[in-house]
C-alpha cells in the first residue's frame, strides 16, 4: 500500500509546480473582489432608487459577496485542471503506475487541491466582505452581528466546494475540454437563467450552486428573493450532497475504467 | 519474474490480447514482439494494472501490481514518452513521482544524470524533442532502481547514438541481474539486444524462445543459381539429388549445397552461371512468415488492386519493402 502522507506530499508537488495553479488562485480572489467592490460601491449610490421590497430586504453581507458568480468560474477551472490535466498529458499513467490504489491516489488529490481551493476561497470571502462593506457607506453591516461570521466563513467554504465539485466531475469526464465545457456555461448560464425564471426556479434552487450560496444570505429572502424550503445549513447540506455524489461518480469511473 | 496466466483482453467484441500466458525470467533482456496492433502495448498496461484484464492475471514475484508497496521500487516502466505534464520541468516531474513512491530527492538528479538530461532539468518537458521526452521517460522508468524494468519500443524516436545508448543500457540492466522486459516490431532491434524473446500475433502467443533457438531454427542458408540454361541447371542439380526451387525473379534456390559443389556441378555439365552465391535468410524474413498470419494491418502492395495478403504469385518481398508477405518456400 502506497503511504498517504508520501502521496499527499507528491500531490502538492505536482499542485505547486504548474503555473495554472496560480492564475486560476489569483483569478478567483481577484475577480471576485473586484466585482464585489464595484457593484457594493454601485448599490451605495443607488440605493435609494431600489424597490421598496428591496430596501426591506437590503442584504449587505450577501451584496459584498456578488463577485462569487465570476470568481467561482476561476475557482472550477482551478478544479478541473488539477484533473483534468492528468488525462490530456497522459500523466495519469505515470501516476497511475506510482500509485495503483485508485482511491489513495484520487482522494489525496482531490484533499490537497480542496485545502488550498478553500483556503483561498476563505481569504477571497473575508476579503470581499470587509472591502465590500467600506464601500457600501451607511448601510453596511459588521463581522459581529448575528449571523454575519457565518455567511463569510460559509462563502470560503462554498468557494471551496465549488473548487471540489468539478475536480469530481473532471474525474468523472476525464477530460478537461469536456468537463469546462460543461460546468462554466452550466454555473454561468444555466443555473443562473433558470433561478430568474419561474417555475424552473423551483428545480434550479436545488442546484448545487444555487442550494451552497444560501449560506452567504444573512437577511432570510434577502433582496426579495422569495422564500426557499431550506435554510443557509440545509442548503449547503444540498451542496455537500452533490459534492459527494460528483466524488463518488469520479471514483467509480477511475476505478473501472482503463487508464 | 514476471507471471502471466491467461491474460486476456477484450475490448468489446475484439480480442486485443488473448490467453496469453508467459514468464520473463531475471538477468536476461526478454523480447516482446510482435506486428503493430499485435496487443504489446495492452499487455504491458495490464502487466502495470493500467488496464483491467478481461480474464487471467499478472503476478509480478508472486504478486498483483496493486499489492507492491511503493510499486516503482520494484518496477519501472516506459510506456509512451511524454506521459508527463509539459508544463511542469523534467526535475518536478520526477519529482513528484519519487514522493510518491518515498524515494529520496537526490535520485532525481542521478538518474536525469544517466539519462543525460541534466543540462535541461529546470526545462519545461513540453518543449522536449522525442527523443529527450524517451530519456525523460527512461529515467522515471530508473527512478526507484527497480529489479524489474519494461520498455515499450524504447527506440522509438531516438537518433542513432540514443539508439546504441538504449541498447547498452538494457544489456548493463540485464547484467546487474534484472528483469529486462522490450517490446518492438523489429526483428532486427531485438536480435541486438534480447536473449530470450516471446513473440505474439492478434494478442496470440506465437513463441516463446531463446534468441539463439530462434535464429538457428529460423535462419535457412540456401545456394542462389542463376544461369541463361536455367533448365538444363535445374535437372541437373535435381538429378545430383539436390532440392532445388525455382523462384519468380528467375533465379534457382537450392538448400543444403555448397557454392563449391554446385560451381563443379555447372562446370562438369558445360552449364554457363551468371549468378553463383550463398544466401542467409534473414531473422527478419522468419519473423514475418511467424506472424504473416496473424498482421493486422496490411499494406497493400504498390499494384494498384492487388489483393493484401499476396497469392503465390506475387513477387518475394524485398527487405523494407511495404508489405508483410510471406516468403515463397518449397516446391
Known amino acids: 500500500m502506497a503511504s498517504v502522507p508520501a502521496v499527499l506530499q507528491s500531490e502538492w508537488t505536482k499542485i505547486r509546480t504548474v503555473s495554472s495553479t496560480r492564475w486560476t488562485l ?20 443607488t440605493f435609494d432608487d431600489l424597490p421598496d421590497a428591496e430596501r426591506l430586504t437590503f442584504d449587505p453581507t450577501l451584496i459584498s459577496f456578488s463577485g462569487m458568480v465570476l470568481g467561482q468560474l476561476a475557482m472550477v477551472v482551478f478544479g478541473v485542471l488539477v484533473v483534468g490535466t492528468e488525462y490530456s498529458s497522459g500523466m495519469i499513467r505515470t501516476s497511475l503506475a506510482a500509485v495503483p490504489q485508485r482511491g489513495t491516489f484520487i482522494f489525496s488529490k482531490i484533499a490537497v487541491a480542496g485545502l488550498l481551493a478553500l483556503a483561498v476561497g476563505m481569504a477571497t470571502s473575508f476579503l470581499t466582505f470587509f472591502i465590500g462593506q467600506a464601500l457600501l457607506g451607511e448601510h453596511r453591516t459588521t463581522i459581529g452581528e448575528e449571523n454575519v461570521l457565518r455567511a463569510v466563513v460559509g462563502g470560503g467554504i462554498y468557494m471551496g466546494l465549488i473548487a471540489v465539485f468539478s ?3 473532471a474525474t468523472m469526464l476525464r477530460s478537461s475540454m469536456l468537463s469546462l465545457g460543461i460546468l462554466m456555461p452550466f454555473f454561468f448560464l444555466v443555473s443562473q437563467i433558470l433561478s430568474a425564471v419561474p417555475g424552473a426556479k423551483d428545480v434550479a434552487r436545488y442546484f448545487p450552486d444555487q442550494a451552497g450560496a444560501k449560506i452567504m444570505q444573512v437577511v ?3 433582496m426579495n428573493s422569495g422564500e426557499s424550503p431550506y435554510g443557509p445549513w440545509g442548503g449547503l447540506g444540498i451542496m455537500l450532497l452533490w459534492v459527494a455524489a460528483a466524488l463518488l461518480g469520479g471514483f467509480l469511473v477511475l476505478r473501472k475504467r482503463d487508464a | 519474474m514476471i507471471e502471466l496466466e491467461g491474460l486476456t483482453k477484450h475490448f468489446g467484441s475484439k480480442v486485443a490480447v488473448d490467453h ?3 514468464k520473463v525470467r531475471p538477468g536476461v533482456v526478454t523480447g516482446f514482439l510482435g506486428p503493430n496492433g499485435a496487443g504489446k ?8 494494472d493500467l488496464d483491467n484484464p478481461t480474464s487471467g492475471t499478472v503476478r509480478i514475484d508472486g504478486r498483483h501490481y496493486r499489492e507492491l508497496e511503493e510499486p516503482l521500487k520494484y518496477i519501472g516502466a516506459l510506456l509512451d514518452a511524454k506521459a508527463m505534464h509539459g508544463g511542469r520541468s523534467a526535475y518536478n516531474n520526477l519529482l513528484c513521482l519519487a514522493q510518491a513512491n518515498r524515494i529520496p530527492r537526490s535520485r532525481v538528479a542521478e538518474v536525469l544524470d544517466v539519462v543525460g538530461l541534466t543540462p535541461v532539468a529546470r526545462k519545461k518537458s513540453k518543449g522536449f524533442s522525442m527523443g529527450m521526452g524517451q530519456r525523460l521517460g527512461i529515467a522515471s522508468a530508473l527512478l526507484g532502481d527497480p529489479e524489474i524494468l519494461m520498455f515499450d519500443e524504447p527506440v522509438n524516436g531516438l537518433d542513432p547514438e540514443g539508439i546504441h545508448w538504449i541498447r547498452n543500457l538494457m544489456k548493463a540492466l540485464a547484467q546487474e541481474g534484472r528483469t ?7 526483428m532486427s532491434e531485438m536480435a541486438l539486444t534480447a536473449d530470450h524473446l516471446i513473440v505474439i500475433g492478434q494478442g496470440k502467443l506465437l513463441a ?5 533457438d530462434f535464429i538457428q531454427q529460423n535462419s535457412r542458408s540456401y545456394v542462389r543459381l542463376r544461369s541463361p540454361q536455367q533448365e538444363e541447371l535445374r535437372d541437373a542439380v535435381h538429378r545430383a539429388g539436390m532440392t532445388v526451387v525455382e523462384t519468380d525473379n528467375g533465379t534457382l534456390e537450392v538448400d543444403g549445397a555448397s557454392t563449391e559443389q554446385l560451381g563443379e ?3 562438369e555439365h558445360r552449364i554457363v552461371l551468371h549468378e553463383l552465391s550463398a544466401q542467409r535468410a534473414s531473422l527478419e524474413e522468419a519473423f514475418m512468415q511467424m506472424t504473416a498470419g496473424s498482421v493486422e494491418y496490411h499494406a497493400h502492395s504498390t499494384g494498384a488492386g492487388a489483393p493484401p495478403p499476396p497469392g503465390p504469385e506475387a513477387p518475394p518481398s524485398g527487405h523494407g519493402a511495404p508489405q508483410w508477405a510471406p516468403r515463397k518456400e518449397g516446391a
Not at chain 1, 26 to 44: E, F, R, W
Not at chain 2, 180 to 186: A, N, P
Open chain 1, 220 to 222: 432570510p429572502n434577502a
Open chain 2, 180 to 186: 529486462i522486459f522490450v517490446s518492438s516490431h523489429l
Open chain 2, 208 to 212: 516463446d524462445t531463446s534468441m539463439a
Open chain 2, 265 to 267: 556441378l555447372a562446370a
Open chain 1, 26 to 45: 489569483i483569478s478567483a480572489l481577484a475577480v471576485t473582489v473586484a466585482m464585489g467592490a464595484a457593484l457594493c460601491a454601485l448599490m451605495n449610490a
Open chain 2, 41 to 48: 502495448s495492452t499487455t504491458m498496461r495490464m502487466m502495470l
Open chain 2, 20 to 22: 496469453l500466458s508467459f
Open chain 1, 167 to 169: 475536480m469530481g466531475v
